[in-house]
């Protein structure tokens, strides 16, 4: 039993972090290359939707200087994907919100990246699919 879930944790090993990889430059490089933003500001982007509103949050989520973000905000705000909003009470307090043109960005590489994805898993027979999915479930009722 344990030389059998050696060898399931060697194959994860092998597959999961190529796919990953693979899919993620695939979403970074639609990102960078349709929209001409930087890897570090499709990263800002994404933060910011998943909630890191300020400037301190998104330093702390990707572990660099707040002058780092400020910079990627910036060049984000100009290019309008971004907009800040300051609190009446506290000016100090700056919320950062994604635009509709900064939603869109994000909506249309996640939209291209599933495409792609489909396109790499039109590939397998429908059995083959069958069998990764059955897989999938089971990777997640053993991780979750």
């Given at each position: 039993?344990?030389?059998?879930?050696?060898?399931?944790?060697?194959?994860?090993?092998?597959?999961?972090?190529?796919?990953?990889?693979?899919?993620?430059?695939?979403l970074?490089?639609?990102?960078?290359?349709?929209f001409?933003?930087?890897?570090?500001?499709?990263?800002?982007?994404?933060?910011?939707?998943?909630?890191?509103?300020?400037?301190?949050?998104?330093?702390?989520?990707?572990?660099?200087?707040?002058?780092?973000?400020?910079?990627s905000?910036?060049?984000?705000v100009?290019?309008?994907?971004?907009?800040?909003?300051?609190?009446?009470?506290?000016?100090?307090?700056?919320?950062?919100?994604?635009?509709?043109?900064?939603?869109?960005?994000?909506?249309?590489?996640?939209?291209?990246?599933?495409?792609?994805?489909?396109?790499?898993?039109?590939?397998?027979?429908?059995?083959?699919?069958?069998?990764?999915?059955?897989?999938?479930?089971?990777?997640?009722?053993?991780?979750?």
């Amino acid at each position: 039993m344990e030389e059998h879930l050696n060898q399931a944790a060697e194959r994860f090993w092998e597959a999961v972090p190529t796919v990953w990889d693979r899919v993620r430059d695939n979403l970074r490089g639609t990102a960078t290359s349709q929209f001409n933003i930087t890897v570090e500001q499709f990263r800002i982007l994404r933060h910011i939707r998943h909630g890191n509103a300020t400037v301190g949050q998104l330093a702390t989520a990707r572990q660099i200087s707040r002058s780092a973000v400020s910079q990627s905000v910036e060049l984000l705000v100009k290019k309008g994907y971004v907009c800040r909003q300051e609190r009446i009470e506290d000016r100090r307090y700056v919320r950062l919100e994604l635009t509709n043109k900064g939603t869109g960005l994000l909506n249309t590489a996640y939209s291209e990246n599933r495409k792609w994805i489909m396109s790499r898993l039109s590939t397998l027979t429908p059995d083959e699919t069958d069998h990764m999915l059955q897989g999938l479930e089971l990777m997640k009722k053993a991780f979750l």
